[in-house]
């Protein structure tokens, strides 16, 4: 007959297992927030220096548990009381050198890539763009080229971006798991990080600092594309917004300003409209979401968040404004002409 200790032994060992590997399932790299899948120099240099610290860090356990599991069997439970010792010279001098190795061989590629991570390259093109974190947006800002979008973060591939991080009330925490750590977002002071990417592609950003209700779901999209997408795309975010281009379209234009929206909302080209509590939408029609990220923008996605905001992403500031479903249609006809 099978010992329940022989039972329990095989249960506790099942559970480790299983245990280590829904852990492992984190690290995979197809996630697209995953930090083992760096498409860009920072993200790289620090995964780098994440791999060599764990190894070290590896080693270390390994040989420290191993001594202690040694000593655990070898001299466990034996009859009479163990023969004291009091320091041994020789191996204290051995125990206090081998940390010190360690931690020279940490501390030596830390140190460096911190240098390397605070300052983008010298003598190379630098992009300056202005984040500022909200409660629970992102607001992008592209000084040179004087346009302002939100949610959505468009660079150029191989460029180097050097971002200027700004809150506007509480502390968020901006990071692009692909591309760089994160960097805290203060209130009444500016912090910088420089980050590059190496491939074309959309990569997903992540508020990563507890900063409210919406948490969770103040993400956003960084859209990496060549020059000449970059630059187009540059041209059209400083147009002024479309004009409606339907009967439909016009009655939405003019909801957005008898309905109130424009106290909250930026569009360039309507009177008043000039509000900064929300996303600047004088290009929604031409971002891929909505919401921060969170929601696909079709018509359906656009018309459920107008319809109950909390629904679709609960704690926002967003209020619901008690809509008919015809001004509903009519407003989703004109967001989505904001190309
Ligand atoms: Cu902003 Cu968490």
Redesign the pocket.
């Known amino acids: 007959m099978v010992s329940r200790l022989f039972r329990l032994r095989v249960l506790a060992l099942a559970t480790l297992v299983s245990f280590a590997a829904f852990i492992g399932a984190a690290c995979t790299p197809d996630h697209p927030q995953s930090t083992f899948d760096s498409m860009g120099p920072v993200a790289q240099r620090q995964e780098d220096l994440f791999v060599l610290i764990f190894i070290a860090a590896l080693i270390v356990f390994l040989i420290v548990g191993g001594f202690l599991l040694f000593t655990v069997l070898k001299f466990r439970n034996r009859a009479g009381t163990p023969r004291q010792t009091h320091g041994n010279t020789r191996l204290e001098v051995i125990l206090t050198i081998i940390p010190a190795i360690v931690l020279i061989i940490v501390a030596v590629p830390t140190i460096s890539a911190l240098f390397y991570i605070a300052d983008p390259p010298s003598g190379e093109a630098v992009m300056d763009i202005n984040v500022t974190?909200k409660?629970?947006f992102w607001n992008f800002e592209y000084p040179d080229a004087g346009v302002t979008t939100s949610n959505e973060l468009h660079i150029p591939v191989g460029e180097n971006i050097r971002a200027t991080l700004r809150s506007d009330d509480v502390i968020?925490?901006f990071w692009i798991p692909k591309l760089a750590g994160k960097v805290d977002v203060i209130p009444t002071r500016a912090n910088d990080m420089w980050f590059k990417a190496d491939e074309v592609g959309v990569y997903w950003g992540q508020?990563?600092?507890?900063?409210?209700i919406a948490?969770a779901h103040?993400r956003f999209q960084v859209v990496v594309e060549t020059q000449a997408d970059f630059d187009a795309w540059v041209a059209k975010q400083a147009e002024p917004a479309a004009e409606p281009s339907s009967e439909l379209a016009q009655r939405g234009h003019d909801l957005v300003t008898a309905r109130g929206c424009i106290g909250c909302h930026t569009i360039d080209g309507i009177p008043g409209a000039v509000g900064t509590i929300g996303p600047n939408l004088t290009h929604v029609g031409s971002r891929t979401r909505i919401a921060s990220g969170i929601l696909e923008r079709t018509p359906e996605n656009v018309a459920a968040w107008l319809r109950d905001p909390q629904e679709a992403k609960p704690g926002n500031d967003m209020p619901n404004l008690n809509l008919s479903e015809d001004d509903i249609s009519a407003l989703v006809a004109y967001l989505d002409g904001l190309k």
């Open positions: 974190g409660q629970w968020h925490s508020c990563a600092e507890f900063c409210g948490h103040m």
